[in-house]
């Protein structure tokens, strides 16, 4: 990247304060939930059936990578702590400040959450437009115009897609238990 487009995008954000300890404790957050995805993966990938033709089993390569992951995490935290030692501390509010600066992140990793928890129950079709749906007005869709155009998108994402894998790769996506 030039010196010129850096030095331009420092003047479009404003300084953060206490920035190094801002970033390390959320490295740290990241990381801690990094390593415990990576260790409950690592716990279910021992699960995995086994192959005739595979001496060591089909989860073992998993486990390996799941187990390297862990450990760059636990590296990374440890460093990052070592970092967070030598900050002043944070001024109080700063973690809602952050949290309100990242709202729309956090609102569309709640609706995806949901996405995931409804995908298995109603299937990708039922699952997947108020999923879109919710996305477009979350971020922004409010007058009649953006919400039909928001409804349009929705509905070519959920149906469109379903029908495109159905018939033209033969591939079913999930349907649902409840439906």
Same mark, same amino acid.
């Given at each position: 990247?030039?010196?010129?487009?850096?030095?331009?995008?420092?003047?479009?954000?404003?300084?953060?304060?206490?920035?190094?300890?801002?970033?390390?404790?959320?490295?740290?957050?990241?990381?801690?939930?990094?390593?415990?995805?990576?260790?409950?993966?690592?716990?279910?990938?021992?699960?995995?059936?086994?192959?005739?033709?595979?001496?060591?089993?089909? #989860?073992?390569?998993?486990?390996?990578?799941?187990?390297?992951?862990?450990?760059?995490?636990?590296?990374?935290?440890?460093?990052?702590?070592?970092?967070?030692?030598?900050?002043?501390?944070?001024?109080?509010?700063?973690? #809602?400040?952050?949290?309100?600066?990242?709202?729309?992140?956090? #609102?569309?990793?709640?609706?995806?959450?949901?996405?995931?928890?409804?995908?298995?129950?109603?299937?990708?079709?039922?699952?997947?437009?108020?999923?879109?749906?919710?996305?477009?007005?979350?971020?922004?869709?409010?007058?009649?115009?953006?919400?039909?155009?928001?409804?349009?998108?929705?509905?070519?994402?959920?149906?469109?897609?379903?029908?495109?894998?159905?018939?033209?790769?033969?591939?079913?996506?999930?349907? #649902?238990?409840?439906?």
């Amino acid at each position: 990247m030039s010196g010129a487009a850096s030095d331009s995008r420092s003047q479009d954000r404003e300084p953060v304060p206490h920035g190094e300890r801002a970033k390390a404790v959320g490295h740290i957050v990241f990381n801690l939930a990094l390593l415990g995805i990576a260790v409950v993966m690592f716990i279910h990938a021992g699960g995995l059936p086994s192959s005739a033709w595979e001496p060591i089993g089909s #989860g073992s390569f998993p486990r390996l990578m799941l187990a390297i992951l862990a450990l760059l995490n636990v590296i990374v935290i440890i460093k990052e702590v070592a970092k967070l030692r030598h900050t002043a501390a944070l001024p109080s509010g700063s973690v #809602g400040a952050w949290l309100w600066r990242h709202r729309l992140a956090f #609102g569309v990793l709640g609706l995806f959450t949901l996405y995931a928890i409804a995908m298995p129950l109603v299937g990708f079709r039922w699952a997947t437009l108020p999923f879109v749906l919710a996305c477009q007005v979350l971020l922004g869709a409010r007058r009649p115009r953006q919400l039909a155009i928001a409804a349009v998108i929705a509905l070519l994402m959920s149906l469109g897609l379903d029908a495109l894998f159905r018939h033209v790769f033969s591939i079913s996506l999930p349907r #649902g238990s409840l439906l």
